[in-house]
């Protein structure tokens, strides 16, 4: 499977992005997809993830009630709406699909996620 992101740019503090994540060579609906991100001389964490098998989701506390991950099975498109933005999310995002059946604890956590797009940067200016 390659992940392709895309929608990523300069957006002002309070502003929103949609980023999209297109799946080929496989459809999203048999992983567990999630959106990880990187900021400058820091470790990549996790953003959001939606779990395949029962659609459970889980978010990153710093974006809970601002992001929102969702996928369209019928483009095996993956979806991350950012709204409120706040210059601390400045971080270039990673896409990422997994096992359908991940374990709710490991939902949250690199190393299960096998398939990961190439990036895209989001820049937040205060």
């Known amino acids: 499977v390659q992940l392709q992101a895309s929608g990523g740019g300069l957006v002002q503090a309070g502003g929103s992005l949609r980023l999209s994540c297109a799946a080929s060579g496989g459809t999203v609906s048999s992983y567990t997809t999630a959106w990880f991100r990187q900021a400058p001389g820091k470790e990549r964490e996790f953003v959001a993830a939606?779990?395949?098998?029962?659609?459970?989701?889980r978010y990153a506390d710093s974006v809970k009630g601002r992001f929102t991950i969702s996928r369209d099975s019928a483009t095996d498109t993956m979806y991350l709406q950012m709204n409120s933005l706040k210059p601390e999310d400045t971080a270039v995002y990673y896409c990422?699909?997994?096992?359908?059946?991940?374990?709710?604890?490991?939902?949250?956590?690199?190393?299960?996620?096998?398939?990961w797009g190439q990036g895209t940067l989001v820049t937040v200016s205060s």
């Open positions: 939606f779990r395949s098998s029962d659609r459970t989701t």
């Open positions: 990422a699909a997994g096992p359908r059946h991940i374990i709710l604890s490991q939902m949250g956590v690199p190393g299960p996620y096998y398939y």
